[in-house]
């Protein structure tokens, strides 16, 4: 199990795609399954996907390089 990114409390996640480093992807629900928020974990710790507010983030694979690729909206 992954521990949220900091200031965050989720009550659902889902990982997406991993890459050769052992980096995760995925997405994340604070209130239930309204917004979706991305989030990626290396080496223990989690980071949130920033999109504009209001939007869902949904990532979708990460490469060897750290790169998210993925889509947002409503």
């Given at each position: ?62 490469n060897s390089a750290g790169a998210v ?6």
């Amino acid at each position: 199990m992954f521990d949220p990114p900091p200031g965050v409390t989720w009550q659902n996640h889902t990982a997406v795609d991993v890459n050769d480093s052992g980096a995760v992807i995925g997405h994340f629900g604070t209130d239930g399954f309204t917004l979706r928020r991305g989030y990626l974990w290396k080496d223990g710790a989690s980071t949130e996907l920033l999109t504009p507010q209001g939007f869902s983030a949904f990532p979708r694979a990460i490469n060897s390089a750290g790169a998210v690729v993925g889509f947002g909206g409503h």
